[in-house]
């Protein structure tokens, strides 16, 4: 798979180089691009940002640097018809919520280009833009406000890329984690010592009676989920 991000704080993305998704990069099993996005401007101040029309607060992205940097990185043009196969996410607050189940579904693409907006959002025309030349999803990571989509984008990559084959080195700890599967939360979890400041491993985690484990192990999700998460339940077990 193949990720851009664009962005007016490239910098951000670093962050992939570390842990799992730096090795994953190395492999080849991803390839990642950030891009500065005020690349793309023509003035000597770099601007990227105007007042919006109709007024309210704030700044918006212009449009003339968007539609430069996507038509680059998608090798479009407003001049052709030709289209990119990548699936554009501009990340927003008003955008569809991620969930794992999304991000089952863009580990699928081949090609994903993040457009992070900042101050208050991007003028609406890029995103139409963009629309017309490839898929375009508008994707919120929860409900709270960020500065910039760039932690968004973030989140989003590390959430997708771990689903590729081959990036996990154990894939069976995908099926066991929360979100999977059945949708329950994770059960908790304990390693060595069996003792640690008066607290002790539970009991059947030391007995070696596998369906007796499964059995605690699930208990514990559902009552986890009722008591955390109980709109994850299906409503005739709440
Ligand atoms: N930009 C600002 N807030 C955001 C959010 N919650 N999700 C995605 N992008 C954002």
Redesign the pocket.
Known sequence: MRIDAISIFPDYFSALDLSLLGKARDKGLIQFQAHDLRNWTTDKHKTVDDTPYGGGAGMLMKPEPWGLALDEVLGVSPDTDATSNATVIF???A?EVFNQALAYELAQEERIVFAC?RYEGIDQRVVDYAASKAKVRL???????????EV?AIAMTEAIARLIPGVIGNAESLAEESHSGEGLLEYPSYTKPAEWRGMEVPEVLLSGNHAKIAAWRYEQQVERTKRVRPDLLPPESN
């Open positions: 990340t927003s607050p955008g907006g994707i919120s990571i929860g409900d709270y406000v960020l500065n910039g989509g968004a």
